[in-house]
Structures are given as structure tokens and as C-alpha cells.
């Protein structure tokens, strides 16, 4: 079999690599050992700093691998051997597929075997604190959703007996009689990403694992909280089944430990607070303890998760590595014995389960697969990638992403997963001219198209459960109940994951058994299902505009769990709002316009020059803007050797000499119009305007160091440093006692909260470079917790080795810095040894953070793309988006994204290339067809709709005797709703969004009565900032009362006043509109048009008797969650001083 890519892993790097790759037109052959795609994510229950439901996310991209076109899915399968062709372009590969005994075409996944089966054995899935089958499917959600027999406990294989699934199988898929497959492979490219393992903590007796029932290891204690796990995500002590009322968690097992592994696994740190966090909402009667060696928070919204975790949930962070866990039989109790490093003091705690961070280690067969392949390991037995991009390894054409290169969290592996599939489809190109785009599923024809009358609404509703995330607070059999009763509901079902590819098979075997015209699914956010469910209805045969979303746990259970009869209430209305509009929609059809074939990166950061080069050198135009008057100046903030330096010096020089590469210094973006794959750029410099047109945009704009004045006399005394100034002026010179102070203005109690990543390693090299050049200087370096990579620990040790002194201090008690004659002095207290110090010094070095360049205020305002309360900008999604911003077409890499490592800025800049790449290779891009419509018989030609379409997308036409019609030209129009608003004969029509949809949806709203015990509130929030903002409410767990029920619109100008009058006549007791904030608007000034009519609305209001303060226009960014949550809080509160609303009586 002949293909262009072999990726070697199904976890989420593969997985991510793989659709990467063939979304781009390469044939993809994808290898998993294990029976099904998803590797560890797939077994977590949420995602960490969002707290995502983990499966949630990743199920849509494990059910759009199996569907895929371009990839070829080999489960089950190892690699045998792989051989070099002569001349090195291409490898040949040898696939050995174990037998499943499950005919894989035959088997639907009906799981009736697994039921019959007498056999039960410890399920590697659920690591064996729960059970399978003989025969069996991994989990709910797995891909492929395929049987399969275990040979070593089928009594078949064992004792010749049973072969009741043989039986008891309707589609006669067994077959005993499999044998082991071979398949030959032949690629151009590998991809290497197979993962990780945990260390068997059974190595250290002293913890008790294994011996004692009630500890266990982190990722069992995931499955033990999972709803899909073998408790139904109950927690409860295995050895009695009861609820613990104390859960201990240790950290650092095995993990820098310099007899087992004397590496930071990276992740632990923030899984345990993670798991700390969860097991409070699941019982906030719970005590959890969680020890530390040091807390390594390093990645965005990292700290802030642990501040919430000590502050919200009361979560106890003890600094100690316990020296033993013991078992109390009588009472069932385990008791910690440890150090407290806080006080000295020796103690014991008694809890009732302890769950063990284990460190994260290489997988079993990573030296065999790197035999096979002719792979380097490094010395801790991870795949040794050999160039700064941390891509690439001795053999060429062979790249590693993810875990198994070392230990990283998701969005790290994500990222390096898209680098890696950037770097095999540039060798590919190299060596193979011609690559066959995949086909859009815009181009196949569903039975119920454009045109086709859709007649009598059958509507089908699919609930989720989402596990536990929804059906922990909603009752969601009761919704289904209450649901089923709706007119034009002709079935209705709950699901346990609608996303999992178990739960797309039933939504579309349920179109065609019914003959459902019209889909409602409630779940989670349209921003990350909404594709999936639109491309499963068309699969089955369906128009994917048929189609309509309702978000019940972001907006419902996630923000209202104090409120579970409530909220169910709230689900079942939101539920039959949407219903109400499904009756209502109509088939409609996507267009596709050309892209642009070049690219305009925003910053000449190192970041921004990689993703430059590697666009160019696939064959697009690049345009690099640099505000400054140089090329790779945020390498300042990194200590690096020559050969780095070198490295980016080549990738500057090469891309002045390169002739798809326009480089502007000291220029800057002007303006931006248009939308992905027809961007309008006006770039400035020395008042100078220059235009480009360009298919995507990467915002590469870098940052700045934090200039600590009047802290610790930096500006006061010329001996006192920032790092970045001591690394220009000195560079390890001047002798004398030196002492460097880490975080410095960063990890504040308020301001700037965050962890700025590089400052523990930068500071360690710096150190260890002036202990070197200056031997009999006392170097100190003052630390609140010690935040290195994987490798650091090695330089840690280094410099404890060469005698530099490392003293903790705390942020309740910082340093003082005072000159006494002339001298220069440190005082701190030591929280390790309990002891003040005053040290006399030469020179002090600060190591403060990094901060947000200061044009990403302008950059956000002119994208229209969010900002975090930092300053640095926010990704579609931390985990799977992490270079993507919610606006198709727009990329983000560096330190734009927040403080990170030189390797890291290196990777993302190959990610977000690899990103724009996938659109400009396609050459055309799909647009939705939620556009404007004029009805030229109603129209009256008068023009207003004109003075308000900014994208100059309406015109006036003179049709036959004379008379002028307003015409919309599809491919201008953004679809915001604006000249909807403003037509006065409505003849225009905003299609998804039209005013019967709408005014149906708040009609619906108000088929019960009013609850008499809280205001009733209609919300219309905009789809890019207000809705984007109530969603990361419920991300974060931000509560507000279950009094909003909200209404997506795409801009708040297409909120008629006509909706507002009608939701308060029909008893409404407010009306909250929620958009963008002003200059941030995606349709330039449409929220300002919504502002401007809502106050004139408020005086017409007023002057029909009814208090005008019931109707209120808000602002908020996509960011700001805990914003939104107080707007509804106090616009509640606002509510019940008003009073209910009078009409309620009229009702």
C-alpha cells in the first residue's frame, strides 16, 4: 500500500498529527497497538486548567479520524520492521495486525457478546479497578467501535468450551479462525508518536501501593471520578465501598528521585490539583491534602488554577514528600508519616484514600520500536530528537511529537504533534510534487438539499449526559420525558456521550428510522460540536442547516450545580426554544471562494520567523511586519549557546534572500478587512500605507520585560539588575557576592497572577555561568518554588553541586534589599531551614516576568481576535486549538500565546504554520451560508440597509420599470444581521437567524408560566464575545442564578427592538443583551448600532409605564467569564428591585 505518512501512535498527539496531515491531501496510515484510538487523554475525566470533560473534546477528533478520507486506521497492529529504499526518499514498513477473532466490516458494535460472556478479568482501560469482558470494547467512546477477544481468557482458547458470542452475534462477526495479518506499508514520511507510560509505583513499598486497597495511582483515581468509569463516578474507598471523608494526594513519586527518575514529569503538579478540584465538586464535604516538593505551575492559567484551588475549594498544599504511608486496620484508615518543610515538625495525618503521582516514564517498547526504526533515545529512554525544534532525529524523515520525546501536558503535545506534521509534509512536497486535496463534505449532495421542500417537521432530540457534566446537576430522563411530549418531537433519546462515535451512530441510525427531518442536540458548546453534529446529520442523508444546538452544560449544569431542580427546568425550556426554531429552519447550501495564496505574520519574533520560513518555503507568499527595526530581538529573554543564535541568524538571512518573503521593520498594521482566505491589509510606516491582500494572518508580536521599579531598589541602585540587563552588561563578569532573586512582580496575589515560565532555568544557567567565571563568589539564588523543565533538573543539581545557595522564601514574607554604608544587603527568611539571613551582596538580580507586548491591544482591536486579562491572547481552545483563535483563518505562536521556553516559541511557530498551511494548501475556503437575503418584492429600495453594511456587501439594483431593489452579494456579507434590523418593510432575511426563528424561540420561552420565585430573564448574547464569555463561565466554574436563558445571535445588532418588546409583552422580566466590547466588535460597529437602538428602546419604554432599566446592554470579551457572571448576578439582583414584571399578570 502506497501512502505518503505512517504515524506511528493513537493518543492525542497522533491523532492530531494524523487529521493535520490529512486534512492537508496526504495519505495517512495510522498504527495504534491497542484496540482502540485515544491513548491516555481518552481515559482522563476532565482536562486541566479548563476542567473540560476530557473525552468530550477528544471524542469529535477520534470519531473524525475514522471518517476521514486520508487515513487508513490500523488498530490492534504493531510495527514489524521498517527498510530504507536506495535512494532514502521513501521507507517501507511492515504492519503485523493482531487477530481481533471480530470480523471488523461485520461487527456493529452492538456490544450483545460482551453481555453474555461468562469471563470477567480487570480491564486494562479502567487499570483494573474495574472489570471486562473475554470479549470486549475498550470503553463507550472507542474507535473503532469493534470487539475483541482475549485470547488469554476466552474459554474457547483456553479450554475449548463456550463460543457463545459466536452465538449470541446477530451480524456473525466472530471468527475464531483469524490469523496474524501483515501489511506493507510505503511512506515518505514517520511520524513517532506513541506516548507514555506511569512508573509501577510498586517499586517504592513505602507508599503502600498494592498492598493497601485505598491507595492508588492518579490515573486509576481518574477513572474512579469518571461517570463512565466502573463507579459511575461515585468516590469511594475500594477496600469498603464507602465515601471517604479525607483524600490525600503525593506528589514527585518516583519523579526527581535520583535513583529512579531524576526528571520533573512535567504534568503532576497540575493533575493533582486538578483532581483536587474535581473531587470537591463532587463532595465539597471532602478534605484534600495534596503534597508537594515544588509546585512546577509553568503553563497558562496554571497558577490561577491552583490560587482557585486553595481559595474556592480549600484545597491543603502541604510542602513534603511523605516518608510513608501505613494501614490502620481497625479503622480503614491510612496514616501519612512526613516532614512538614514549613515548620521541621515530623507528622503523621490519617486519611481514608491516598492517590500517588507517579512519574511519567518512557512506554515498555520504545527501545524495540527504536531498534526497528534506527532511533536514538536519550538517557532517560525517551525518542532523542536531535535539533533545536525539537522535532526531528537522527534519521531523517523520521520526526517524534508528543510524550514519548519527553514528558508534556496535552496542549504541549498538540502543538509539537502539528510541528511535527508541518516538518513530514515539507519533505513530502520535497520529494512529491503533486498532493490531492481531500474532498469537502459541501460537495456531496444530502438527500434534503437546497430547494427540496421539507414539509411537516419530524423532529428528532438527542440529550446528552455527557457523563457526569450534565447529568450530575440536570436531570436528564426527565428532560427526555418532558421533551417527548412536544408537538412535532417524534423521538427523543438520551445519550451518554452524543459526540462519542457510539452516540454519531445512533443520532444518525435514529434520522433514518424515523425519518427525522429536523435535529435538536443538547449537550455542550455549538463553538466545539456544532461541526461534528452538522457533519453527522449530513452523513445520514440530512442538510446539515437542519440542524440546531442547545448548550445545557456550560450554560446550565456547570454554572447552576446548587440548583439541580432548577436547572433541569432551565434545560428543558432551553431544549424547547430550540425546538421551536428547528420547526422553522430551512435547507441551505455553503459556498466556496478561492484563498489567497500568502500569509501575513504579525511580529518578527523568533517564533514568527519560523512559521515565516516554513510558509515560504512550501511556496506561499509571506509578508513579515516587525513594528521594531529588528528581526528576532525577543531571543534577549533566553540564554543560549552559539549554535542557537546561529540558527536563527540563517533563518533571518535566508528568508531576506528568499523570494516568497516580504520583510517590513518598523511598520505596522494599519487596518484589516475581510475574513479568512480574503484578508485586506493596510500596512504603515513614516505615514506610508501600503496594501496586501493575504488568505491568513499569524500573530507572532512577541513580548517585553517587566522593569520592576521601587522594587527591591531596582531603579534606585545601579547595582540592582533584570535578568536580561545583567546577561547584556556582564554576562557572568564582575565578581563579587551576587544574589538573584526569582519572581520578582510575577505570581502576585493581584496583578499579574501568572508564572513566567523561563525564569527558574534562565536564572539557574546564569548562576552556574558566574559560579564558573567568578569560583569563590557566594552566588544565592531566592526562590518561591523551583520551575524547571525535564532536563533541568540535571542543571539544578549542577548548581547545588558548585555550592550556589538556594534560599525559599514565601510571598507573605519577600526579601528586603537596604544599603547600610555604602553596602549592599539581603535580608530573607528561609522557610526551608526557619532562618532569617542578612547577606552582603554586589550585585542583585531580578528575574521578573514577561510581559504582553504592548501593540497586542492594537493587534486584538484590528483581528478582532481576544485577550486574556494579561494582555496576552487567548486560543480557540488550551488543549486541541491551542494555536487557533475562534476566527477562522488567524493563528497565534510565542509569546503572544504567554511566557514559554525558547523550544517551546520554536514548536508553536511550526504549528501555527502548519495551521495556515492547511487552509492555503486547499486553495478554496467553504463559507456558511449565514448570510442576508432580500426579498425583492417587499423591498422598497429605500437604501438605510446600505448606510449600515459596513462590508459595502449591499447594493441597489434597478430592476424592470424602474424600481430599485437592494441586492446582497453572498460573499461580502459576514452574516452579522445589522441591515435586517434596520430594513423598515423586513424584507430582508438573515439566514439561521431569521425573526420567526427568533420570535419563535422566545415564544417558547414562555409556554409555562414564569417561575414565582425568581425574575425571568431573555438574554441575546453574540456569538464571538458574549456567548464565547458565558461559555467560559461554565469552563470556569463561575456560578450565577439560573435566570438567563440566552439566545445566540451572531451580532447584537441583529437584536430587533421588535424581540425585546415581544419577550416583555409575553411577561419577560428583563432583557439582557451581552456583545462585544466597543472597537472589538467582528462586525466593526454593529454592537454600537445595538447600543444606540437599545437606548432609544429604553425611552420608549419608559413612556409605555414600564421601568426602562428592565432592558440592559452589556459588554464582554471572550475571556472574561467571571465578568459575565457578575453582570447576570447583579442584573438579577437589579431585576428583583424592580420587581417582577407587571405584564406576568396579563398572561
Not at 417527548?484 to 452516540?503: H, N, Q, T, W
Request: aromatic letters at 8%; a neutral charge.
Amino acid at each position: 500500500m502506497e501512502g505518503d505518512v505512517l504515524v506511528i501512535g493513537g493518543g492525542v498527539a497522533g491523532i492530531t498529527a494524523s487529521l493535520e496531515l490529512a486534512d492537508k491531501g496526504f495519505k495517512v496510515y495510522l498504527v495504534e497497538k491497542e484496540p482502540s484510538i485515544g491513548g491516555y487523554m481518552a481515559k482522563l475525566d476532565k482536562t486541566f486548567p479548563t476542567l473540560d470533560c476530557s473525552i468530550c473534546i477528544l471524542g469529535p477528533k477520534m470519531v473524525e479520524v475514522s471518517r476521514h478520507p486520508n487515513i487508513n486506521l490500523f488498530t490492534y497492529s504493531e510495527v514489524k520492521e521498517v527498510q530504507r529504499s536506495q535512494d532514502g526518499s521513501r521507507f517501507n514498513v511492515k504492519i503485523i495486525r493482531k487477530p481481533r477473532y471480530v470480523d471488523e466490516v461485520k461487527c456493529t458494535g452492538c456490544r450483545r457478546c460482551e453481555e453474555k460472556c461468562p469471563v470477567k478479568v480487570p480491564s486494562e482501560f479502567e487499570e483494573s479497578i474495574g472489570f471486562r469482558k473475554a470479549i470486549y470494547i475498550p470503553f463507550p467512546q472507542a474507535v473503532p467501535k469493534i470487539a475483541v477477544i482475549d485470547q488469554e481468557h476466552c474459554l474457547y482458547f483456553t479450554k475449548g468450551v463456550c463460543r457463545v458470542c459466536e452465538k449470541i452475534c446477530p451480524s456473525g462477526a466472530i471468527n475464531f479462525e483469524q490469523k496474524i495479518e501483515e501489511v506493507d506499508l510505503d511512506v515518505y514520511s514517520i511520524i513517532v508518536a506513541t506516548g507514555f507510560s506511569l512508573l509501577d509505583p510498586t517499586i517504592l513499598p513505602q507508599y503502600g501501593y498494592g498492598r493497601f486497597p485505598n491507595v492508588l495511582t492518579s490515573i486509576q483515581y481518574e477513572r474512579l471520578m469518571n461517570a463512565a468509569g466502573p463507579t459511575g463516578g461515585e468516590i469511594i474507598r475500594p477496600s469498603d465501598k464507602k465515601s471517604p471523608e479525607k483524600i490525600a494526594i503525593i506528589q514527585c513519586v518516583g519523579s526527581r528521585n535520583k535513583k529512579l527518575k531524576d526528571y520533573c514529569s512535567q504534568i503532576c503538579c497540575m493533575y493533582a490539583t486538578k483532581q483536587a478540584i474535581v473531587t470537591k465538586e463532587h463532595d465539597p464535604r471532602i478534605d484534600v491534602i495534596v503534597f508537594y516538593n515544588d509546585l512546577n505551575a509553568v503553563g497558562k492559567g496554571h497558577e490561577e488554577l491552583i490560587r482557585r484551588a486553595v481559595e474556592e475549594f480549600g484545597i491543603k498544599y502541604v510542602k513534603s514528600l511523605p516518608s510513608e504511608v501505613m494501614w490502620d486496620e481497625k479503622t480503614n484508615k491510612l496514616i501519612i508519616r512526613y516532614v512538614d518543610l514549613s515548620s521541621e515538625e515530623v507528622k503523621t495525618v490519617e486519611v481514608d484514600l491516598v492517590v500517588l503521582c507517579p512519574a511519567v516514564v518512557p512506554r515498555e517498547d520504545s527501545l524495540k520500536l527504536a531498534k526497528i526504526i534506527g532511533l536514538e533515545l536519550d538517557d532517560h529512554g525517551f525518542f532523542k530528537s536531535t535539533d533545536i525544534t525539537s522535532i526531528d532525529t537522527n534519521v531523517p524523515g523520521v520526526y517524534v511529537c508528543g510524550a514519548c520525546q519527553n514528558p508534556k501536558d496535552i496542549s504541549h503535545s498538540v502543538m509539537q504533534a502539528l510541528a511535527a506534521s508541518v516538518k513530514a509534509a515539507e519533505r513530502i512536497l520535497s520529494l512529491k510534487k503533486y498532493v490531492e486535496m481531500p474532498v469537502q463534505k459541501s460537495e456531496a449532495r444530502s438527500s434534503i438539499w437546497v430547494g427540496e421542500v421539507v414539509q411537516e417537521p419530524r423532529i428528532g432530540v438527542f440529550v446528552c449526559h455527557c457523563g457526569l457534566n450534565i447529568a450530575a446537576v440536570v436531570d436528564v430522563k426527565k428532560v427526555v420525558e418532558d421533551v417527548s411530549r412536544i408537538p412535532d418531537v417524534v423521538y427523543c433519546e438520551d445519550l451518554m456521550f452524543a459526540c462519542s462515535k457510539d452516540g454519531t451512530e445512533r443520532i444518525k441510525e435514529a434520522i433514518k428510522k424515523y425519518r427525522i427531518n429536523r435535529v435538536v442536540v443538547a449537550s455542550c458548546t455549538p463553538s466545539t460540536h456544532e461541526k461534528l453534529f452538522r457533519d453527522v446529520c449530513e452523513e445520514a442523508g440530512l442538510n446539515p442547516y437542519l440542524f440546531e444546538m442547545v448548550n445545557i452544560r456550560e450554560h446550565v449544569s456547570w454554572v447552576h450545580r446548587k440548583y439541580p431542580h432548577e436547572a433541569t427546568e432551565k434545560a428543558r425550556e432551553l431544549i424547547e426554544m430550540a425546538i421551536a426554531k428547528a420547526r422553522l429552519l430551512e435547507p441551505l447550501e455553503r459556498a466556496e471562494t478561492p484563498v489567497t495564496p500568502s500569509t501575513l505574520i504579525i511580529g518578527g519574533t523568533v517564533s514568527g520567523l519560523v512559521a515565516a520560513k516554513t510558509i515560504a518555503d512550501n511556496g506561499f507568499k509571506v509578508y513579515v511586519v516587525e513594528r521594531g527595526e529588528n528581526l528576532g530581538s525577543d531571543l534577549e529573554f533566553y540564554k543560549h549557546d552559539g549554535r542557537v543564535a546561529e540558527w536563527v541568524l540563517n533563518i533571518i538571512k535566508s528568508l531576506k534572500q528568499h523570494d516568497n518573503v516580504e520583510i517590513h521593520l518598523s511598520t505596522k498594521v494599519e487596518d484589516v478587512k475581510g475574513s479568512a482566505g480574503a484578508f485586506n491589509i493596510k500596512l504603515s510606516k513614516n505615514g506610508l500605507i501600503k496594501e496586501i491582500n493575504v488568505g491568513t494572518i499569524i500573530v507572532a508580536s512577541g513580548g517585553g520585560e517587566f522593569k520592576p521599579l521601587r522594587i527591591y531598589g531596582y531603579g534606585e541602585d545601579n547595582r540592582i539588575y533584570t535578568l536580561t540587563e545583567f546577561r547584556k552588561k556582564l554576562n557572568g563578569a564582575g565578581g563579587g557576592n551576587i544574589a538573584f532573586i526569582l519572581c520578582t512582580g510575577a505570581r502576585e496575589i493581584e496583578g499579574r497572577m501568572y508564572c513566567s515560565a523561563i525564569c527558574c532555568e534562565e536564572v539557574l544557567l546564569e548562576a552556574l555561568n558566574f559560579k564558573r567565571k567568578n569560583p569563590e563568589s557566594n552566588v544565592y539564588v531566592l526562590y518561591r518554588d523551583m520551575r524547571l523543565p525535564v532536563n533541568g533538573e540535571k542543571i539544578y543539581r549542577e548548581a547545588r553541586k558548585s555550592g550556589i545557595h538556594f534560599l525559599r522564601y514565601s510571598l507573605s514574607r519577600p526579601p528586603e534589599v537596604y544599603s547600610k554604608d555604602g553596602e549592599l544587603f539581603l535580608n530573607t527568611y528561609d522557610t526551608t531551614l526557619n532562618v532569617v539571613f542578612e547577606i552582603p551582596v554586589n550585585t542583585i538580580v531580578l528575574a521578573t516576568p514577561i510581559l504582553p507586548s504592548l501593540e497586542n491591544h492594537e493587534i486584538s482591536s484590528r483581528l478582532k481576535v481576544p485577550l486574556n486579562s494579561y494582555g496576552f491572547f487567548i486560543e480557540a481552545h488550551p488543549k486541541l486549538r491551542p494555536v487557533d483563535f475562534s476566527v477562522n483563518g488567524i493563528y497565534l505562536c510565542g509569546l503572544a500565546y504567554g511566557p514559554q521556553r525558547l523550544e517551546e516559541n520554536i514548536f508553536q511557530g511550526l504549528a501555527s504554520a502548519s495551521r495556515a498551511l492547511t487552509l492555503l494548501m486547499h486553495g478554496k475556503i467553504v463559507t456558511e451560508p449565514i448570510v442576508a437575503e432580500v426579498n425583492p418584492l417587499t423591498c422598497t429600495g429605500c437604501g438605510r440597509c446600505l448606510n449600515v453594511c459596513e462590508f459595502k456587501a449591499i447594493q441597489l439594483e434597478t430592476r424592470p420599470e424602474n424600481i430599485l431593489v437592494a441586492k446582497i452579494n453572498p460573499f461580502l456579507c459576514k452574516g452579522c444581521g445589522s441591515c435586517a434590523v434596520e430594513c423598515p418593510s423586513k424584507a430582508i432575511t438573515v439566514h439561521q437567524f431569521r425573526n420567526d426563528q427568533l420570535l419563535a424561540m422566545i415564544e417558547a420561552a414562555f409556554r409555562k408560566p414564569s417561575p414565582k420565585d425568581r425574575p425571568k430573564i431573555i438574554a441575546f448574547f453574540c456569538n464571538w464575545c458574549g456567548y464565547a464569555a458565558a461559555d467560559m463561565a461554565g469552563i470556569s466554574r463561575y456560578e450565577y442564578p439560573p435566570t438567563v436563558e440566552i439566545i445566540r445571535v451572531m451580532c447584537s445588532a441583529r437584536v430587533d427592538p421588535l424581540y425585546i418588546l415581544y419577550a416583555l409583552l409575553l411577561g419577560a422580566d428583563g432583557i439582557l443583551i451581552v456583545g462585544c466590547h466597543p472597537g472589538d466588535c467582528h462586525y466593526l460597529s454593529g454592537n454600537l448600532r445595538a447600543e444606540d437602538r437599545v437606548t432609544r428602546l429604553r425611552e420608549l419604554i419608559g413612556a409605555l409605564g414600564l421601568n426602562p432599566e428592565r432592558v440592559r446592554i452589556e459588554w464582554a470579551s471572550a475571556g472574561e467569564g467571571f465578568r459575565l457572571s457578575k453582570i447576570i448576578k447583579e442584573f438579577t439582583h437589579k431585576i428583583e428591585e424592580v420587581g417582577y414584571n407587571p405584564l406576568r399578570r396579563c398572561m
